[in-house]
Nanobody, 119 residues
């Protein structure tokens, strides 16, 4: 089971941008569907984006046009570019591998990276 380390979060003003990174340990990263989730206090983790092994992407409706997921298999890394940030994007963001978008997850959770959008 791979371990993941998320980074890149921070405090940004509405309309700003961030690029989140998730580095996974272990081999065979390129074989895995990768997903980004986010969680706010008192709520369950929400799937926001995913990318398959061949680059097919998925986005929840609320982030379409603003979030872009990508991967670099040579670096065992998946990215989430977040543009036009809104206060409602404030959350802890996590990555994980999944059997399919919205399907069972394969790895444990990392520590996440906090994104705070506030003026």
């Amino acid at each position: 089971q791979a371990q993941v380390v998320e980074s890149g979060g921070g405090l940004v003003q509405p309309g700003g941008s961030l690029r989140l990174s998730c580095v996974a340990s272990g081999s065979m990263f390129s074989w895995h569907i990768m997903t980004w989730y986010r969680q706010t206090p008192g709520n369950e983790r929400e799937l926001v984006a995913g990318i398959t092994t061949d680059g097919t992407t998925y986005y929840v409706d609320s982030v379409k046009g603003r979030f872009t997921i990508s991967r670099d298999n040579s670096k065992n890394t998946v990215y989430l570019q977040i543009d036009s940030l809104k206060p409602e994007d404030t959350a802890v963001y996590y990555c994980n591998s999944a059997t399919r978008f919205g399907g069972p997850l394969l790895w444990g959770w990392g520590q996440g990276t906090q994104v705070t959008v506030s003026s």
